[in-house]
């Protein structure tokens, strides 16, 4: 079995996971069967792999995908790494912080990783907001509790609206604590967003919309009379929009906050 395996790799090479990296190694095989499904890569794809560790996805990965670039913080696992995917010509690693490091964005590629949790929104806003070509789709192993509210109809959070405004997401699967060596404190799901060839709207009015949520958000239990209503022309720009002021932030749709940012952008 995978534990077992994975087990004895890393008493043979004297490696202990740091949890304070976020090492939390998958070793469930439903789990990585549904990652690896969910993510369809095929013979033809490239793919970049954020925090593979000694390459329990990678292998998966490299039997299916054209090629996998994978970018590892914790300089003791390339070596590791290439013995355990039995050194695969189609894989490349990048040792360094996937937040900062230069990777191979200018051909059509898929994120497909298990992420340590806490690099899990600028990972995305990166991705999003700041490469110039961004990925086809994103399938992560991230905290369920964030991949739920990312999933939200509402707007739970800056999160969910930055995403929503860049793709489609939809939560695949629930992964236990026990699917991990050694298991997190919380509970894991499989996320997957399929990203439009287009955002919903102008990096400014995304922007703007994302700033005005982050206002509102300072005070998730106010009305929006109390938030949005509070800024220069907030009222004018709820009313314009039939959006009721006593909804709370949350409750708005990503359709809303970009109506809103464009009155206020153009009310400037």
């Known amino acids: 079995m995978l534990r ?51 390459g329990i996805l990678t292998r998966e990965l490299v039997h299916r995908a054209e090629h996998v670039t994978a970018v590892e913080i914790d300089p003791r696992f390339p070596p590791l790494l290439k013995e355990f995917t039995e050194h695969p010509k189609n894989l490349d690693i990048i040792q360094g912080n996937a937040l900062h490091s230069t990777l191979p964005t200018e051909d059509p590629y898929k994120i497909v990783a298990n992420i340590p949790y806490h690099i899990t929104s600028p990972l995305l806003h990166r991705f999003l907001m700041e490469e110039k070509r961004r990925p086809t789709s994103m399938t992560l192993l991230i905290q369920r509790e964030v991949a739920e509210n990312i999933v939200s109809d509402g707007t739970e959070s800056v999160l969910t609206l930055l995403v929503q405004l860049f793709g489609h ?61 509070s800024l220069p022309g907030g009222m004018d720009a709820l009313s314009s ?10 409750t708005l749709t990503v359709d809303e906050w970009v109506a809103l940012a464009t009155v206020f952008l153009s009310a400037a």
């Open 241 to 250: 929009l039939n959006i009721e002021p006593t909804r709370r932030p949350q």
């Open 169 to 229: 997401p939809s939560l695949v699967l629930q992964v236990p604590p026990a699917a991990f060596l050694p298991p997190p404190k919380v509970d894991s799901a499989v996320l997957h967003i399929d990203l439009y060839d287009e955002p919903k709207a102008s990096r400014s009015v995304m922007e703007k919309a994302l700033t005005l949520l982050k206002h509102a958000g300072r005070e998730r239990r106010k009305m929006l009379r109390n938030t949005i209503g």
């Open 4 to 54: 077992q395996e994975v087990q004895s790799f890393l008493a043979g090479h004297g490696i202990r996971l740091s949890t304070d990296l976020g090492q939390h190694f998958l070793v469930s095989d439903d789990a990585l069967e549904a990652i690896v499904e969910t993510a369809n890569v095929n013979n033809r794809d490239k793919v970049i792999e954020i925090g593979p560790g000694i």
